[in-house]
């Protein structure tokens, strides 16, 4: 079987997909993803178990941390410490 087709209409259909294809390249390496560390939320996530405050604090790109104590969890948790350490910052903080 052979079918026919137009050749604006084939022209027109891949140079829609190129235009679809380069829209979500685009999406892709503009995607940013930012979280603000804070005491706050730090401790909120702590509070649900020290893997979920690893999780927080390691997934997103980039991370704004406002404080010392955020700053120190960070460290220890980009440093892969020990839950123990984790938890004397934590306790020595609050």
Same mark, same amino acid.
């Given at each position: 079987? #052979?079918?026919?087709? =137009?050749?604006?209409?084939?022209? +027109?259909?891949? $140079? &829609? ?5 380069? #829209?979500? !390249?685009?999406? #892709? $390496?503009?995607?940013? !993803?930012?979280?603000? *560390?804070?005491?706050? !939320?730090? *401790?909120?996530?702590? $509070?649900?178990?020290?893997?979920? *405050? #690893?999780?927080?604090? &390691?997934?997103?790109?980039? *991370?704004?941390?406002? =404080?010392?104590? &955020? $700053?120190?969890?960070? +460290?220890?948790?980009?440093? +892969? ?14």
């Amino acid at each position: 079987m #052979r079918i026919q087709v =137009d050749g604006a209409f084939l022209r +027109d259909k891949l $140079e &829609s997909e190129q235009r679809h294809q380069d #829209r979500d !390249n685009t999406q #892709r $390496e503009m995607g940013f !993803n930012k979280r603000y *560390l804070a005491k706050k !939320n730090v *401790l909120i996530q702590y $509070e649900q178990g020290i893997d979920q *405050l #690893r999780k927080y604090i &390691s997934s997103p790109d980039c *991370l704004i941390i406002a =404080d010392e104590f &955020s $700053e120190m969890v960070a +460290d220890a948790v980009a440093r +892969d410490a020990e839950d123990e350490e984790i938890k004397s910052i934590v306790e020595e903080w609050t």
